[in-house]
């Protein structure tokens, strides 16, 4: 096979409809009758229900319908366990999953309690208003260490504590390695990670076909198939009467296949009994509250280490904010607790974490899920163990980097794949050399930073090194089809949301098949296109779809060839198969076009004998047996004014190891916005909430994303090391730039200010200017 | 209970989008934003969060970019508004800003791109050789969540270097 | 304009938010209630009445007749967001963006600069005469939101809605800006130290419009500046310092104007503060002592974005940073 797209930066094929406002985005469905929903969010984070009163809503012109939980009737239910928890012994897991409406209890502020059905939007707010809701306000459990003590409200009344789970996971033997120990170092660590918040907030249509008993909904999801699946299966529907689609998406970041929003499952429900197509879009302001977070956990984690900065092992307790509701299980804290091994070799480990119930929006991944916190814990602990032994902190990464004979690397701990955790293959070292040198780290440190302070000016540079799952199971499938006129088709069950499937995915067909990349044409996310698929998350989209695709292409590779081969009577090694069609090796004219074969393949007469199909066309399906790790490294030099503690960043480098890579301007692109995620995460990005669970801060004023002043431009560069986990040998990366921004910050920070030498340590994200100006006074007071 | 009873007045408005004249019977209340995109259908413009923060919304009023969400379509009334459908020719090729944006990778998503677009042309029409410093700043009041700027920053400048071969 | 107030038992669980703060007009409308809960806040504007004033008798005449149910409508920048959440429900809109005998700016009087309420921020940021002859614009401009808000935005808008972190607040306390206000009754005009009295409120009583500012030109051998610290560029300050220096002849100084934004409920004048430099040399020390004294003198109340300390720290370090450049440029207009 000839690579001519396959690893090249082609230009995407999506991009000519996106550039001219003709992309299909879910609140651009129109359709004839169509009504409006909004829905009645309880401001109050915990409360008994005593009535709802929707008579005066009732009597509003333009206002068709209001229901309540009481109106779904048996429809209403707690909603699925998406993700079991996985078979780790003495795991506890208490399942609460959440509800299409709130019936007795609120448990988040933002949690549903009405909807209203209108003619237009504006009128179905007006009758929110009209809506009255007699609550009994309870105490709101907001803090982790005191939800936890004995005493505290419960989230949920009948489980008597707020303990979602309960997991502990250790290999080798902590203490006897704490004891050998030369350095022992305990630290509190808080990190937070925030929410998604895409520019497109999500969205519902819901339309049925009462004569045809079809059931059509156009869903921002990032998993049509399950919400296929489970949607039919909850409205009493066969899978073939149910078409879920994701159209153009704008940004889904991991919360946008949390399933079923209750969104989701009403929608459609109300469409059936009104008859009339129904569509719901979240607004802003909604989105902070109604769709899910990331956000913090509290580790007091301990390291060991010997006199030379080899790590002998590390314990972490730490707690983990849930949420009101577990539909989505432990992937998250999972993720912290594997991810927190990092590239090292880490003889012992022993970590716990408690998974607390708050009465705050459900936590689901949401863009590195949990690996965040994780990673900077033992990215820290690092650079403080580097300080404490006066060793580089460069040097104390690469001296515990896992050499690259020691792949596949067992971590033994079982991963939120459910398989243990294992590295398929990584080579280490080259990709912190790049790095170090990117950044120029030896003349940063030695030259320009020295200088430079004797100017007066705080500059710091500062590293981190992490390793990222990705392309999990279970698995995804892909349908490749020539037609007739020799374009072809592809149809998978992922989604997309700016990925660039539509390009990348028809690099791998365009190649497999000879044909040109803008003669591929793909469907993501339509069910009836394509009717199995987990969906897009945990950047397993190019590694699993990707691979199906591979496969689908090839099948239909060997078709074209082995018809060609009988056309021409000839051996298929002596074919060629290039320019849309396939001719003889040496003889060019001898040639027939694709979409022939493909005619020919679909025969009027003569016979199609079973375990065979017409057309030219195949559909395959790719399974890993667990996931591909990809590694990377960042790098950044940063200037603070030491007066108002405001930053610049200078420089950023990232140095990455996705395996195989099919198109690298669009993996660059995924690593900026990562990047970009991760500085809003580290420096801007903050959910502050009060004591009654009120998240004050809801409105894009005053929750700060990154803005083209506050995002550098970075250097980027790359390693391959292939994952033998599937052919095409490829990793994930969607998350990766996301993942280390965080120590990265903490580090540079307290280099800049040479923080370390008065004692002072940043052990918390987000930072802020305010942040650091208090931690260095709370530092100055002890 | 409803608010006070009010007649919904309808307001009578004609205005230009790109070159066409159009009109609509309104409520007062609809925004421009709700206004170009469903009763005119020119999808287009993207609502992103309705208090004038990420930009999605950004149309030119008058050749000024202005936040759709932050106007009444009643405030419209006889004024020329360009969106992102007007910025091809008619025969479909892209303009400088639209084809660098393109080569550049300026776009995952494309949602928040609309606004970007229409803020990105006003803004060559009146800087015709700018700093990167200078593209950063004026692309500041369009927030983007997928592609970290960088690459639409590459785009603005490309595209300033080929207005700029163009220009006579 | 209207007074906020805030029955205490409905709002308990007050949202604290800085830029979405309860702009309640319909106060009866808590008491119909009855929900524990607040009313819903959603995104799209209540109903109202939309009245295009075709004069501007007419659009004072209108806001006499329903006092505090109008709102006029000029740029739309703060109203409309505040009506897109319902923290605003105004039952009646007179939009007087068609006056443009509103906007506009007159330099006929050499002393003074007469600016039109309904002068969008574009304009007058494209004015280079006017930012010549006050120069504090062409500092706190560009830190008002961005582009596409300057270019509907107003001066007028702006200084009624009182937004203590907004910058031109403080540039008009600076400045000693005087508000012409208008009514249906008559006229009337006062200092801008009179004009802002509490958060988000002016002393504007429910028929009155403010119509032109007036400023006074830049008096001899003198520099200004203004600086604000915000997390994002555009963003609201967590604190600014408007600063105006003239010196006598001998370079020392004669008077200091100094304002700060986003530190109190209001724009806050410190220029007492600066009362030791008169008849000094622009001195590091000097000026570190004026610093500690504005410190002392402010009472920052912290927000989501910065603690209260934060605030008054960098008040201190903005006043000696916005004093110096002030300085700096004396003689270089």
Redesign the interface.
């Known amino acids: 096979m000839t690579t001519r797209f396959f690893g090249a930066p082609v230009k995407r094929n999506e991009d000519r409809k996106l550039l001219t406002g003709r992309a299909l985005f879910i609140d651009d469905v129109e359709l004839p009758g169509l009504l409006h929903a909004a829905f009645l969010r309880s401001q109050v984070a915990h409360a008994r229900i005593n009535s709802i009163d929707v008579s005066e809503a009732l009597k509003r012109p333009g206002v068709v319908a209001v229901y309540t939980a009481e109106d779904l009737g048996p429809y209403w239910r707690p909603g699925p366990l998406l993700v079991p928890p996985p078979p780790i012994p003495g795991i506890v897991f208490n399942t609460r999953t959440h509800v299409p409406l709130a019936k007795d209890t609120i448990r988040c502020a933002g949690e549903p309690i009405a909807i209203v059905v209108a003619e237009s939007r504006y009128i179905a707010e007006d009758a929110l208003d009209d809506i009255a809701v007699d609550l009994e306000i309870l105490p709101a459990v907001v803090d982790l260490e005191q939800a936890l003590e004995k005493g505290s409200t419960c989230v949920h009344a009948d489980l008597g504590n707020n303990v979602a789970a309960h997991v502990r996971q250790a290999k080798g033997d902590y203490k006897r390695a704490a004891a050998k120990a030369h350095l022992t170092l305990k630290r509190r660590f808080r990190y937070e990670h925030g929410i998604s918040s895409p520019i497109e907030t999500r969205g519902v249509v819901a339309q049925w076909d009462e004569r045809a008993e079809h059931m059509t909904v156009w869903d921002t999801t990032q998993a049509p198939v399950f919400v296929r699946n489970v949607l039919a299966g909850a409205l009493g529907l066969g899978e073939g009467q149910v078409r879920v689609i994701a159209p153009f998406v704008g940004g889904g970041f991991g919360p946008k296949i949390m399933m079923l929003y209750p969104e989701e499952a009403t929608l459609p429900w109300m469409a059936m009994r009104l008859n009339r197509p129904i569509k719901w879009i979240e607004d802003r302001f909604e989105h902070f509250v109604a769709t899910t977070h990331e956000r913090g956990q509290i580790h007091d984690a301990e390291i060991a280490l010997d006199k030379d900065g080899r790590i002998l092992g590390v314990k972490d307790v730490f707690l983990h904010d849930n949420g009101a509701y577990n539909p989505y299980g432990l992937t998250v804290p999972i993720n912290s607790q594997c991810t927190l091994l990092g590239p090292y070799v880490i003889p012992a480990y022993d970590s716990t974490f408690t998974s607390v119930f708050t009465n705050l929006t459900i936590v689901t991944p949401y863009r590195g899920a949990g690996r965040q916190h994780g990673v900077f814990v033992i990215e820290r602990l690092l650079d403080l163990a580097a300080h404490e032994l006066g060793i580089d902190p460069a040097e104390i990464r690469r001296r515990n980097l896992i050499p690259k004979d020691a792949f596949p690397y067992k971590n033994e701990i079982i991963y939120q794949d459910f398989a243990p955790l294992e590295y398929d293959s990584g080579n280490y070292e080259p990709v912190l050399d790049k790095a170090l040198a990117a950044i120029g780290y030896e003349s940063f440190i030695r030259e320009e930073q020295p200088k430079l302070r004797a100017q007066g000016r705080h500059v710091g540079i500062s590293i981190a090194c992490y390793v990222e799952g990705t392309g999990i199971g279970p698995y995804e499938g892909a349908k490749v089809q020539v037609r007739t006129n020799g374009k072809v088709s592809v149809a998978t069950g992922v989604g997309t949301q700016g990925q660039g499937h539509f390009t990348s995915f028809a690099q791998i067909v365009a190649d497999q098949l000879g044909v040109d990349v803008t003669d591929v044409d793909i469907v993501t996310g339509d069910t009836d296109r394509f009717y199995w698929g987990a969906g897009t998350f945990a950047s397993r989209g190019a590694v699993v779809a990707g691979n199906a695709v591979n496969e689908a292409s090839l099948a239909v590779r060997k078709k074209a060839l082995k018809f060609a081969s009988d056309a021409f009577e000839c051996a298929e090694e002596d074919l060629v198969l290039a320019d849309g069609k396939v001719s003889i090796a040496g003889i060019p004219e001898k040639f027939i076009r694709l979409g022939e074969l493909a005619q020919r393949a679909n025969p009027m007469r003569g016979a199609v004998k079973p375990g065979t199909e017409p057309g030219l066309e195949s559909t395959q399906y790719f399974g890993p047996p667990s996931g591909a790790t990809a590694n990377g490294v960042h790098a950044m030099i940063v200037e603070i004014d030491p007066e108002t503690f405001d930053l610049q960043i200078r420089k950023y480098v990232v140095v990455h190891d996705c395996g195989t890579v099919i198109n690298p301007m669009i993996l660059e692109g995924q690593i900026h916005g990562g990047v970009a995620q991760g500085i809003g995460n580290a420096f801007f990005e903050k959910l502050s909430f009060d004591e009654h669970g009120q998240l004050l801060n809801a409105s894009l004023a005053d929750y700060l994303l990154p803005t083209s002043l506050d995002v550098p431009r970075m250097v980027l560069d790359h390693t391959v090391t292939p994952s033998p986990l599937n052919p095409l040998g490829i990793k994930g990366a969607g998350e990766a730039g996301a993942i280390p921004v965080g120590p990265l910050f903490a580090q540079a920070i307290e280099d800049a200010l040479q923080l370390k030498k008065s004692g002072i340590e940043l052990l918390e994200i987000p930072l802020s200017p305010s942040r650091v100006f208090e931690l260095i006074g709370e530092g100055r007071k002890t | 209970m409803p608010d006070e009873a009010h007649e919904i007045a309808l307001h009578d408005i004609a205005l230009k989008v790109n070159g066409t004249s159009y009109k609509g019977s309104i409520e007062a209340r609809m925004l421009l934003s709700d206004f170009l995109r469903h009763e005119l259908k020119l999808a287009g413009t993207h609502v992103g969060c309705e208090h004038g923060v990420c930009g999605a919304c950004t149309v030119l009023l008058d050749g000024a970019p202005v936040r759709s969400c932050l106007m009444f379509a009643v405030q419209a009334q006889g004024r020329e508004l360009a969106t992102i459908e007007g910025l091809a020719s008619a025969s479909g090729d892209l303009s400088p800003l639209q084809a660098a944006m393109h080569e550049h990778h300026g776009l995952q998503c494309g949602y928040c791109t609309p606004g970007i677009l229409m803020t990105m042309t006003a803004f060559l029409r009146e800087h015709h050789e700018p700093s990167e410093d200078e593209v950063r700043e004026a692309l500041s009041g369009n927030l983007c969540r997928c592609t970290g700027y960088q690459n639409i920053v590459d785009a603005v400048l490309k595209a300033a270097e080929t207005l700029r071969a163009a220009a006579p | 304009m209207f007074r906020r107030s805030l029955p205490a038992d409905a709002w308990g669980?007050l949202?604290?938010?800085?830029?979405?703060r309860q702009i309640i007009d319909d106060v009866a409308f808590a008491k119909?209630?009855?929900?524990?809960?607040?009313?819903?806040?959603?995104?799209?504007?209540?109903?109202?009445?939309?009245i295009?004033a075709s004069s501007l008798d007419q659009a004072l005449a209108l806001k006499a007749e329903y006092g505090d149910e109008a709102r006029f409508?000029a740029g739309?920048?703060s109203l409309?967001?505040a009506?897109?959440?319902?923290l605003a429900r105004p039952?009646v809109?007179i939009?007087i963006?068609p006056l443009s005998e509103l906007a506009g700016i007159d330099r006929s009087d050499g002393e003074t600069i007469r600016v039109g309420a309904v002068t969008r921020y574009?304009a007058l940021e494209r004015d280079t005469a006017f930012l010549n002859v006050c120069p504090l614009f062409a500092d706190a401009l560009p830190h008002i939101?961005?582009?596409?808000?300057r270019?509907?935005g107003t001066i007028g808008g702006n200084l009624s809605h009182a937004d203590p972190a907004s910058e031109l607040p403080a540039v008009a306390t600076a400045m000693q800006a005087r508000m012409k206000i208008r009514s249906s009754q008559g006229e009337r005009e006062l200092a801008a130290s009179e004009f802002f009295i509490d958060l988000l409120t002016t002393c504007l009583e429910p028929g009155e419009m403010l119509v032109e500012i007036a400023f006074p030109a830049s008096p001899l051998r003198s520099g200004s500046c203004f600086m604000e610290?915000a997390?994002?560029?555009?963003?609201?300050a967590?604190a600014g310092v408007a600063a105006i220096v003239s010196l006598d002849e001998d370079g020392q100084f004669a008077e200091v104007r100094l304002a700060l934004c986003g530190v109190g409920e209001t724009p806050v004048d410190v220029s007492d503060a600066a009362a030791s430099l008169i008849g000094q040399r622009c001195t590091d020390q000097a000026l570190k002592a004026v610093a500690a004294e504005v410190q002392g003198t402010i009472s920052p109340s912290g927000n989501?974005?910065?603690?209260a300390?934060?605030q008054r720290?960098?008040a201190g370090?903005l006043t000696r940073r916005a004093l110096a450049s002030a300085h700096e440029r004396v003689g270089h207009a």
Do not use: E, W
């Open positions: 669980l949202l604290t938010c800085p830029t979405s119909r209630a009855r929900m524990l809960c607040r009313p819903a806040r959603t995104m799209k504007p209540a109903p109202f009445k939309y295009a409508l739309g920048q409309i967001p009506m897109n959440f319902r039952a809109l939009d963006n574009r939101a961005h582009p596409q808000i270019n509907r610290v997390r994002r560029r555009g963003d609201f967590l989501v974005h910065a603690s300390d934060y720290h960098i370090v």
